[in-house]
């Protein structure tokens, strides 16, 4: 089956920086990679998705990039606030088969 | 907004009980899921259904059964509790796997 692997599992950035959240899949026939936000005591919120026949997607702050050649993609945030700070998950599914694989989570820390 | 509700914010039940966990959803999604949270190896997927009565295994779905008798309700069963099932239990559901809507979660307890 697939298998998602996260880095790194923490993150600490000073609030304007950017940061990077890395993931690789292990099946090739994974089309559909999500991206979660989990704060402290809540549940995890669709942030971002993309598409495997997409190469990059932005939104507002937040974009994410995919490499199906080499199977990673990533999440990039710019211009870090400390509401930023929460826990991210990865994912990567074929869609029609209906379930996601996750990463086992970054824990972002934005520093005032 | 899809609303998925979970019948429990927090449960402690004893080992050996007969556990049940609820989930509704009100969006006509096909997918609901059960995952399970334990610090440090994210979210594993118990089982899901991509229909009414239909149900697959997930990675773990050792202990665990589920329901789903009405599209909008899947419930997860833990038939015998035991203490290595303590966790935190997401149920989810989305429109043929595209975008997950999770409910709050039930942090169950088992002594």
């Known amino acids: 089956g697939e298998n998602v692997e996260q880095h790194p599992s923490t993150l600490s950035v000073q609030e304007g920086d950017s940061a990077v959240i890395k993931c690789t899949y292990s099946?090739?026939?994974?089309?559909?990679f999500p991206w979660y936000k989990q704060e402290l005591g809540k549940r995890p919120q669709l942030i971002i998705d993309i598409r495997s026949n997409v190469g990059e997607k932005k939104d507002q702050r937040i974009a994410v990039t995919l490499n199906k050649t080499a199977k990673h993609f990533s999440l990039h945030i710019t211009e870090t606030q400390p509401e930023d700070s929460a826990v991210y998950f990865c994912a990567a599914s074929i869609s029609n088969a209906g379930k996601s694989t996750f990463g086992d989570g970054t824990t972002l820390t934005v520093k005032p | 907004d899809v609303k998925v509700t979970q019948s429990s914010r927090y449960l402690v039940k004893r080992t050996g009980e007969k556990v049940f966990l609820e989930c509704v959803q009100d969006?006509?999604?096909?997918?609901m899921f059960w995952y399970r949270q334990d610090p440090g190896l994210g979210l594993r997927l118990i089982y899901f259904s991509y229909d009414v009565k239909m149900k697959e295994k997930g990675d773990i779905p050792e202990g665990y059964s589920v329901s789903r008798e009405k599209k909008e309700r899947f419930s997860l069963i833990l038939e015998s509790a035991s203490t290595n099932q303590t966790s935190m239990y997401l149920c989810a559901s989305s429109f043929h796997g595209y975008g997950y809507t999770f409910g709050s979660g039930t942090r169950l307890t088992v002594v």
């Open positions: 969006m006509d999604h096909e997918n």
């Open positions: 099946d090739s026939a994974s089309n559909y």
